[in-house]
Structure formats: C-alpha cells, structure tokens
C-alpha cells in the first residue's frame, strides 16, 4: 500500500478484482437442485469443449541469440577484425588489449595476446577500430583506429604497425606509423575496412558530445575531417603525407574540401561493411534525438546531419555541403532504438534463408534486423530478434557466418531459429470466436463456463464486473498446498467489464471491455476485447493495450457530462502482477477467501464453494475446509453490517495485496493480504521508507491516529503517490472513510506527536462550531489556512468534507483554499473536487517521447524531487556521490554514460534492458517462505540477497526449495505517470547533468 509509485496503474482485472455489484447471477447449462447435507444446488456440470483459445496472437520472432565460443570471456570488446589467411578473430578491448582466437573450434578455451596499445601509448583512452591489410599474407600489416583524450585537435588517430611472423601472431609495438588525424570528442567513428578497391575507408563522427547536436557544426561543412567516411590510399605515400588520395574520390577538385572524404553528412558512423559481391558500402550511423539510421552510402553522399537527422529537422539554418541531402535507407524510431550498430551481410549456408541479408542491431534495446536491398530499394526488412545484449561489434569469419558482440557480457553470440513459438494465427481476435459465449449480443454464455462471484470486490471508479471460469472438459482444480491452488492447461477465467455512463441509472449499462486470462500450462497469459458501440461483440486488442474515451453523466444533471479515460492494459502490463514465478499468484480473484460465500443457482441458493466442489470444479477439501470454519473468508468492505476490522483488512486485500506481498513489485516490504495478523503486516506503527508526504512522526498505519497515517493519505489524494496504484483513478471516497475509522478504533499509538493531531482536531471542531456566527471570513479564512499548514491537518479537513455537516459556503471555501495551496501535498487532497478535464495534466501511462524531451527541464528542480519528492524519492534505491542508497546503481556518472533519450527510455520501462547484476532473484523455501531481491553472494552453504528494503537476507541451502531468475528490474514501472511534463523535465535534466 505504501510504495506507490512501485505499482503499475492499469485497470486491468489481471491485477486485481474488480468492484462488482452483487448480482444474483443465473448460471447457464447448469442444472438446479435443492441443497442438502450431501448435494448441492448444482447437479451436475456440462463439460466446456469448446475453446479456441490456444497459443498467442502476437507473432513471434523468427530467431533468438545463443551463446558462440561459451568458454570465452573479454572486457568490453568494441571492434572485431580477421587477417586474410588467418582463421582468427582479433578482439579489440576497448580499454587497449587486443586478443585473438581460432574460430574454426566453439569449444575454444584460450585466447592469446596479441598487442597491449596501452602498454606503448600511454595516454591510450579507447581502442575503436582495428582491420588487417588485404594482402596480408605479402604486406603483414595491422591498421589501428584509438582515442587520446576528448578534445585534442588529432586525439583521434589511425596507425598501422607491422605484425610479427609468430604463432600464434603478436604485433610489433614499435612499429606504428600515424597515418591520420583528427579532433577526438564524443563521436569519433574509427571503424576501418579496407573496400573491394584495396582502398582503406575510415569512418570519422562530429566530435561532439550527445547533446546539444554538432557543436562544431561540423556535418555539413566539407573542410575538415569530422562526420565524414574517408577514403585513402595507404599501400602510396603521398609527397607530403604517408598516404595518397586516390583520384575519383568526389571532392579531389572541391576548393576548400579534404580530399580524403568520400562521403559526409554523419553523425557518428558506428561499424561499416561492404556488400561482398556488388561492393555496395552500407553504414550504421547514431541518431541524435528521435531516429537511427541506417545508409547504403554513395560516392560523394550527404546524409544530412545536422541540417536534419534523418528526415527530422535539427539545425536547418545551417548552410548544407556541396552535394544534395540524400534520404536514409532504414530508419529506426527511438521507440525501438536508441544506438544503431551497423553489421554484415550474411552468407553462411547455416542459415539459408538468410543468405544475403544484411544484419544489424542496436546498442540499447539489443534489438537485431536483417535487409535484403536489390533494384535500388530494400524490399525485405524484418525485426529478426529481440535479445539482452549490448550490441557493440559484430563479426564475420571466412564462411559468412555473422557473430553478434555484447560488450557488457564480453561474449559473441550468433542467431539460431526460435526453439519453440506459441504463436498461433487462428488466435481468436473476435470474443465470439473464443468458445466461451453461446451468444455475445447477449451476453449468453458457452456450456460449460461458470459465473462466479466474490466477497470482496475491488474499487475499479465506478466499474462493475461479471466474472466466470471455464475447465477443459471435466478437469478440476488441484490443492498443491495450503492457499495454493493448480489449474488444468487451457483454463480460462474471464470478466466482463460494464460502467454506468449515467451514473446512478442502471439503464445506462455500457460494457466496456471483457478480459481473459488463459493457463497455457506454464503460465497464465492475459488477453483483453474491446466491446463495440452496438454491444453486440468485442475485438482483441492490440499487444500495446487501448484507451477508451467516455462521456459520464449523473442522475442530477444528465446533459452535463464530463470526459473521463478508460485504459484498456496491454499483454505487458498484464504480466506485471501475474508474475510467471508462482502460477499461484498470478489468479487474484479466484481464492477460497472470495469464493466463501452464497450464490444464487436458478430457483436455489448454495455455497459456492460448495456448489463448485459438487460439479469438481474445486476439490472436496477446499469444501471441507470452508465447511470447518479453516478458510479465511472475506466482507464487502461496504457492508455496514460487518466488523469494520473485517471490512478493512478485506478492502485491503483486494486492492492492494497483489502488489503489497512477497514477489508482488511493492517497494515496500509490507503484507496487506487479510491472513496476516497485526504484526505480519509489518506495517502497523511502522516507519513509511517511501517518503512521509509532510506528515510529523508518519507511520505506514499510525494506531489510533488516521491523520498521521501514510496509507489513509494515499488512498485519499491524486498525483504522485496514490493508493490503490493500479486500476482507478479515482478517490473512493467510502473507502477513505472506511480506512480512517479502522485506524481510528485500533489500540492508540503513545507517540507523543499525537498531541499535535489532537490540537489540529480542537481547531477543526471549533472551526466548524463557530463558522455559522463568525461573519468575518477573512478570519475563517485564516483559520482554515492554519489548519491546512500540516499534510495532517488537510486530511482532517478533507475528512470533515465528507462527513460533518457544514454550510455550502464553508465547504466552498475550504474547498478552494485547498485546491490553491502551494503544497501540492495538500491540493492532491483536495484535486478531485475539481472538474476532470480542469485538473493538473500529468503525463499518465501513454508518454510522448519526443515532446518531452524537447521540454528544458531546470537541474536544480529536477535535484528537489530526486532527494524529496514524497512518494518518488531515487535517493531511497540510488546514490548520488555520498548521498542515497546503494540497492540499484551508483547515478553519479550516469549523465555520462546515457543520453537525454536513454534516461528516459530506463525510467520508462525499466526492465527492457537492465545489467545482470540486478536481476531479481526470487527464493522459496522449503517452509514456502518466498523472498526475493539481488543476489550478494552464492556459496554452498547459502546465499545472500539484498532486499527491497537494502537489508542484507542469508538463506541457508539446505533450506532453498527454489531459486528464479526474472530479468525484471527491481525499479519500479510507470515512475513519471504520475507527473507533469515539467516535473519530468526537471528530473531529466538533473540525472543529464550528473557526469
């Protein structure tokens, strides 16, 4: 409940139940008897036969990456070359190493020196290019691209050294002749490859950083070297330079042109090769803010940079080069991509139906794509993997075969067919094709797929759901243990989702969207369908989900309608809490504490989980159990009627629990499921580690003291930080209420602070007394203020709104002079009183990449909600210099290592592409303890994890009964939903200026 921001917002029933009205659903094919000591209200259940839910709809990629040469590890590999003649890979560490291997053996172990650059130029900063002359076997030479430091006018340089006759072979260091120059920075290109001419063509960047764009505006302007691919001779020395230009390079007879350039116009060409039948030169180049690009480069090309990136306007003031701006081959949004790394064609028989496909990939996403380019136009182009890798170089041997090289790993890699694919393109993109409903117009559904209903429904803003299970043929649920519960392959359970668009009037029914979870026998899978305007079927959404715009009304005033969002989850979001670990977890709903209850059967009514047993859709024993009072079962958390402890713990559990619990995603490490008792929630008198949101001496739950209680303050506002995260966004307001009266009847905390909740509750009661006598309402005024000094006082004034009687004029005033307050700490209290379409924008779950980036956010503000901001807080995960913790990556430096874009895309979807070592690991013991966090340490007599809460976990191995691995970041999903564009900005300029 405290950890918020952990807690992705969809309104996605795979989250959790939604609110339901309790009706008294008739169920279909299923015959009704009266119940006695030995039957049920059901007879007998009819078999469901007809599903046609099987595999997904969302093709799949044709390939995956494998591990080549396993025994083999290097330390940041950048550029990979092989010596005619030589079956070997010569791998460039970045840092100045050069090694190489045989790669005829996947089983080689051993790599051999062939060069320490470091060791002979000791200013040495990157190794980025390296290749051997084409003759080699005649002239044994080895051409070598590095970096000095940044900013030196020829800090970038290209030497060839002679290599010696040894076996394996080594390098003479004392041989390097500098052939070429130019001005070290950010971009620097250095790829080399000697063409079908025998030419050697080097790539150069703009030498600047990643932002702002070619601060030498170098692009465009053919004087210099920079942002250009080169073209010399090296086997002729020149009159004046040890090389010679050859003589149809395009700019030999260009006044004021280098004639070495070939071609120019890029911004950081990374990694070139040429086609190796037509010779063709094609060219990776690193896009700037919203595209990569791919070039099939020509003699004397401009490709735009920074006039434009790509086809995207950068600086088109600039006066453009000589020749014409010619368009890019492939472009690549920053959606997908974010550092194109160029590739090789393909040409290995191991792969036919790749043969001639030219592979690339990018740094970021580890995304790869293959082209095939005839006729002047590419006319096949596919993503062709979607892998983990940091796609730094790629190489190619003698037979054609392409090898991807991951720098983070230090490992090579090469495509294989996908092993298994559950893609299915017959997948039911219809709800009426799915065999689940007899009748979609009304609602009728298919033999065998049974309504059910639950205790606790779920607040969803205003939603109501119809919920209903279907087994394959006669198959049951089976009790794996206490509280877990197995499902047959192919089961499906389904609901149905309906608001009121006039709220109040039943007759205004509209539904919205039905939601699937499908058991493919690993795991549940989560598919959702759009219900058309005539409501007579839906359709399947798309993988990236769908929004629904409405228009709602109220009883009181039916031609007033306000605009309110519907979001329909995508499969991604699905899975973010039908966690594929314990398939257990993953089915929210359909637990003995919701199913405890009765349920009407025709003309009867039974218990349904007795009712459910009969027709073996549960096991006898989960019967048993219910029937001996052993099962936990649940209340309306609106049914005045009931324990208000009961209602609570209930509201709890069905909005919070399926984050707030072991492997849920809550930040915080707190049990709201309602089996805990007081202490195993770990959250009564607890100190909130997610930020207190202004309140003195917070408490997660204060006893005896809702004011002081970080839980009633979340599940009472909007903005950064609201309970419950997922699925609504609206305030429910009842639960508030709910919520504060349980806190306030629990045995009361001896902090002494609660002398100030007192205080601020006598000036709210002498304020509400005396505001019909006192005529001065600037002195109320006053009052009120006072009183809304404290996050503590606000949620007493808010409370008071919604439940004590006062005049409109004092509602109306405190209303406003809460909406207005400075501290968006009390007007996210008091924001709901405000007209939807009038509220603060926040950026929600659909982000404009491209319009946020372009905001100038301010450092220093973007600092204030780094370290403060209540409900964000970086510094509680992330260290900054001295300052934070360190559960994920030290930030210090990260503005150096990632760009404006990248930051963004991390924050935005954490887990695409995360390093090893933050992997969650999750762990189950033998006692069914599940615990879960980063791996410290392995060793056989245990291991260690750090935890959420950056606290030091040792189990002991003889007491691990499991250990996963998700490739899931421990960061927490949708961290900027919840803020402007501004605030967004601020914090990215902040992380940018970190270097």
Request: hydrophobic letters at 35%; proline letters at 6%; aromatic letters at 10%.
């Amino acid at each position: 409940m405290i950890a918020a921001e952990n807690l992705p917002r969809f309104r996605s029933w795979f989250l959790f139940p939604f609110i339901v009205i309790l009706l008294m659903l008739p169920i279909a094919h299923l015959q009704a008897q009266e119940p006695s000591d030995s039957g049920s209200g059901i007879a007998k259940r009819v078999p469901w036969t007809t599903s046609k839910i099987k595999g997904t709809p969302d093709p799949a990629l044709p390939y995956e990456t494998e591990r080549a040469f396993p025994n083999l590890k290097f330390n940041q590999p950048l550029a990979i070359a092989t010596a005619p003649g030589q079956k070997r890979f010569f791998v460039a560490e970045r840092k100045g190493k050069i090694f190489s291997f045989p790669y005829e053996d996947q089983s080689v172990s051993q790599t051999d020196l062939f060069f320490d650059l470091k060791e002979r130029v000791k200013d040495l900063n990157e190794i980025y290019g390296i290749t051997f002359h084409p003759q080699f076997e005649k002239q044994p030479f080895v051409y070598i691209c590095y970096v000095l430091k940044p900013g030196l006018p020829a800090g970038t340089r290209v030497s060839r050294f002679k290599v010696m006759d040894t076996n394996p072979p080594r390098c003479d260091p004392d041989s390097e002749e500098i052939l070429i120059e130019w001005l070290s920075g950010g971009h620097n290109g250095g790829c080399l490859r000697f063409g079908p001419d025998g030419y050697l063509y080097i790539s150069t960047g703009d030498g600047g950083p990643a932002s702002p764009p070619d601060i030498h505006n170098a692009g465009q302007d053919v004087s210099n070297l920079l942002s250009c691919v080169l073209r010399i001779d090296v086997d002729h020395p020149g009159k004046e330079l040890p090389y010679s230009i050859p003589s149809d390079n395009p700019f030999v007879n260009q006044p004021g042109a280098r004639p070495e350039i070939w071609a120019f116009g890029f911004r950081n060409p990374w990694k070139m090769c040429f086609h190796p039948e037509n010779g063709d030169l094609w060219v990776g180049d690193v896009g700037w803010e919203l595209w990569e690009l791919v070039f099939r480069v020509e003699k004397g090309g401009n490709y735009g940079w920074s006039i434009r990136e790509g086809r995207q306007p950068v600086k088109p003031e600039l006066k453009p080069g000589p020749t014409p701006i010619l368009p890019p081959t492939i472009e690549h949004s920053h959606r997908e991509a974010r550092s194109i790394t160029g590739g090789y064609f393909y040409q290995n028989p191991r792969l036919k139906e790749l043969k001639d496909t030219y592979i690339y990939g990018d740094y970021s996403t580890g995304k790869l794509w293959g082209l095939r380019y005839a006729d002047k136009r590419v006319n096949w182009h596919q993503e062709l993997a979607n892998s983990t890798l940091k796609v730094t170089a790629f190489a190619l041997d003698d037979t054609g075969e392409v090898y991807i090289v991951d720098i983070e790993g230090g490992a090579f890699h090469r495509l294989v067919p996908i092993k298994e694919s559950d893609h299915n393109p017959k997948f039911p993109t219809l709800l009426s094709q799915t065999g689940l409903f007899e009748s979609t117009k009304t609602h009728q559904v298919a033999p065998g797929v049974i309504p059910y209903s639950i205790n606790a429904p779920a607040w969803a803003d205003y939603a109501t759901a119809e919920r209903f299970v279907a087994l394959p043929g006669d198959s049951s649920v089976e009790v794996v243990k206490k509280q877990e519960w197995k499902f047959p392959k192919d089961s499906v359970l389904m609901k149905t989702i309906s608001l009121e668009t006039e709220r109040g009037n039943p007759q205004s029914t509209r539904r919205l969207e039905t939601q699937l979870l499908h058991f493919n026998g690993a795991r549940w899978l989560g598919y959702s369908y759009r219900w058309n305007e005539e409501q007579t079927d839906a359709e399947l959404v798309s993988r990236e989900g769908d929004n629904l715009k409405l228009e709602i009304s109220s009883q009181v005033n039916p031609q007033e309608k306000v605009s309110s969002d519907w979001h329909i989850p995508s499969r991604a979001e699905c899975a973010v809490c039908h966690t594929p670990f314990q398939n257990h977890l993953s089915v929210l709903s359909f637990e003995a504490a919701q199913l405890n209850r009765n349920q009407k059967y025709g003309d009867m009514v039974d218990n349904q989980i007795r009712a459910l047993a009969h027709i073996k859709v549960l096991p006898e024993s989960v019967w048993n159990e219910a029937k001996a009072s052993k099962t936990l079962t649940l209340a309306n958390p609106h049914n005045a009627s009931v324990d208000v402890k009961l209602r609570a713990r209930s509201y709890l559990h069905a909005n919070c629990r399926h984050c707030h619990r072991n492997n849920g995603g809550g930040g915080s490490t707190i049990e709201l499921g309602a089996s805990f008792d007081r202490a195993g929630m770990k959250a009564v008198g607890v100190k909130p580690t997610q930020g207190t949101f202004g309140i003195t001496e917070a408490r997660i739950i204060s006893p005896g003291d809702p004011f002081r209680s970080v839980l009633l303050y979340r599940i009472s506002k909007l903005g950064k930080g609201r309970m419950p995260y997922s699925g609504s966004s609206m305030v429910d307001v009842k639960a508030t209420q709910l919520i504060r009266e349980w806190i306030e009847r629990m045995q009361t905390s001896s902090d002494d602070s609660s002398f100030t909740v007192l205080r601020l509750r006598n000036y709210q009661r002498n304020l509400l007394a005396d505001s019909v006598q006192i005529e001065d309402q600037e002195f109320v005024s006053q009052k009120i203020q006072g009183i809304l000094g404290t996050t503590s006082g606000a949620l007493l004034l808010l409370d008071a709104l919604d439940q004590r009687p006062m005049s409109e004029q004092m509602k109306d005033q405190i209303i406003q002079l809460g909406t207005q307050d400075q501290s968006p700490l009390v007007s996210d209290l008091f924001e709901r009183f405000i007209p939807e379409d009038q509220r603060v924008k926040r950026l929600g779950l659909k982000i404009d990449e491209g319009t946020l980036l372009s905001i100038q956010g301010d450092a220093r503000e973007g600092k204030k909600l780094f370290f403060e901001m209540a409900g964000l807080q970086c510094r509680n995960c992330h260290r900054v210099h001295q300052y934070g913790k360190e559960l994920g990556p030290d930030l210090t430096q990260i503005g150096k290592k990632l760009s404006r874009a990248e930051l963004l895309e991390n924050i935005i979807q954490p887990s695409k592409k995360i390093d090893e070592k933050y992997y969650t690991h999750v762990i189950e013991t033998q006692s069914g303890k599940v615990y879960t966090g980063l791996l410290v340490k392995k060793e056989d007599g245990g291991i260690t994890i750090r935890d959420s809460k950056n606290e030091l976990l040792q189990i002991p191995q003889n007491e691990i009964e499991s250990m996963v691995v998700q490739k899931k970041s421990i960061m927490p999903e949708q961290l900027f939903r919840d803020l402007t564009a501004e605030q967004a900005a601020h914090l990215l300029a902040y992380l940018e200026s970190l270097k």
